[in-house]
């Protein structure tokens, strides 16, 4: 699998291309736009940023999971220019994947409970994030045609 630095800078260039009309439409109302698709992923970050840092110092923990189309709709993503909400998904997830980078070995064993779910370690935790940025980056993609 990418690292999530290799997934950032794959991405960056079909992004950019877009414009703010391909970005912002939405296929049906109840549909999120490749915009919000992309602010979907920096909420993703947002609250797995917690889950790298808490878990990488702490093994054990119950961490809540998270709404995902509340944080979409209360972000206002569909509002921001896209360019913005660009910015800060590369800004953002180079950070996290720094932090990633950056985890102590041993704690990629670190057991933990998101939402009330089964545990899994925080490796999974980290690998499944770079997992949901390709799954969700091929949506934006299949939405505008490319």
């Known amino acids: 699998m990418p690292t999530l630095s290799e ?3 794959a991405a960056l260039p079909g992004l950019h291309a877009l414009t703010e009309a391909q970005a912002s ?7 999120w736009s490749a915009q919000e698709i992309l602010g979907h992923l920096i909420d993703s970050g947002v609250n797995n940023h917690e889950r790298f840092v ?7 923990l119950e961490l809540p999971g998270y709404d995902q189309n509340t944080w979409v709709q209360v972000s ?12 800060l998904w590369e800004v953002y997830q180079s950070h996290l994947a720094h932090l990633i980078a950056h ?3 041993a704690s990629l064993t670190h057991n933990l409970r998101i939402g009330g779910g089964e545990p899994v370690t925080l490796g999974f935790v980290t690998e499944d994030y770079v997992a949901h940025q390709l799954h969700h980056l ?3 993609r299949e939405r505008v045609g490319g």
């Open 103 to 105: 985890l102590p070995p």
């Open 138 to 140: 091929a949506q934006i």
């Open 25 to 31: 439409r939405k296929p049906a109302p109840d549909v």
């Open 54 to 60: 808490r878990a990488g110092a702490q093994d054990g």
């Open 7 to 9: 997934v950032v800078t």
């Open 76 to 87: 206002g993503w569909q509002a921001r220019p896209w360019l913005e909400v660009l910015a």
